[in-house]
T-cell receptor, first 116, second 114 residues
Framework: DAGVIQSPRHEVTEMGQEVTLRCKPI?????LFWYRQTMMRGLELLIY????????DSGMPEDRFSAKMPNASFSTLKIQPSEPRDSAVYFC??????????????FGAGTRLSVL | AQKITQTQPGMFVQEKEAVTLDCTYD???????LFWYKQPSSGEMIFLIY??????QNATEGRYSLNFQKARKSANLVISASQLGDSAMYFC???????????FGSGTRLQVQP
């Protein structure tokens, strides 16, 4: 079975440019999560979707960040304009619907973003 | 207060020995789940083991087991018979009953020595 697929794996861009990160969740999973990992703040939730609807976006740093889930098999995280402090590893994770006790989140390989 | 605390930034263990990685948590929910993930140097996050707050038995998955002490709010990961490939960062995470996202600890870097 294919796991969570993220693209690109690495992104290097210049300050002020738009960056789009992509995620394909595991088929059949209807919860999707975006996390960011930095040395200073560790792993933190940015936003999560259930059945393609954003449920909690309280972790999105500011208006420069936006996330969409147009269908059950695709999500994007966009940063516009990007800043050096956005440099981090961005993970996408998916899980089965809440209500199942175990509800394991499976992570993609991550996108390492460097903003110069 | 921190929801998840991992007090060991780094640990060393000899190959084939057992090692315990500490995790304490803070929640007022009665229903919650505790998760451990492994992050090798390649960067991916690998799910290892899960413990539910209502589970009566400690969770086990192969060489991984969870020492769950509910009254002390601790969920320590035990790795038996360490292997060189176990060298990685290990994260403890909490999912509280009303939420669906995970709150992660700061992690423990484990190094297995030959």
């Amino acid at each position: 079975d294919a796991g969570v697929i993220q693209s690109p794996r690495h992104e290097v861009t210049e300050m002020g440019q738009e960056v789009t990160l992509r995620c394909k969740p595991i088929s059949g999973h209807n919860s999707l999560f975006w996390y960011r990992q930095t040395m200073m703040r560790g792993l933190e939730l940015l936003i999560y979707f259930n059945n393609n609807v954003p449920i909690d976006d309280s972790g999105m740093p500011e208006d420069r960040f936006s996330a969409k889930m147009p269908n059950a098999s695709f999500s994007t995280l966009k940063i516009q304009p990007s800043e050096p402090r956005d440099s981090a590893v961005y993970f996408c994770a998916s899980s089965l619907s809440p209500g199942l006790a175990k509800n394991i989140q499976y992570f993609g390989a991550g996108t390492r973003l460097s903003v110069l | 207060a921190q929801k998840i605390t991992q007090t060991q930034p780094g640990m060393f263990v000899q190959e084939k020995e057992a090692v315990t990685l500490d995790c304490t948590y803070d929640t007022s929910d009665q229903s919650y789940g505790l998760f451990w993930y492994k992050q090798p140097s390649s960067g991916e996050m690998i799910f290892l083991i899960y413990q539910g707050s209502y589970d009566e038995q400690n969770a086990t998955e192969g060489r991984y087991s969870l020492n769950f002490q509910k009254a002390r709010k601790s969920a320590n990961l035990v790795i038996s018979a360490s292997q060189l490939g176990d060298s990685a960062m290990y994260f403890c995470a909490l999912r509280e009953g009303g939420g669906r996202a995970l709150t992660f600890g700061s992690g423990t870097r484990l190094q297995v020595q030959p």
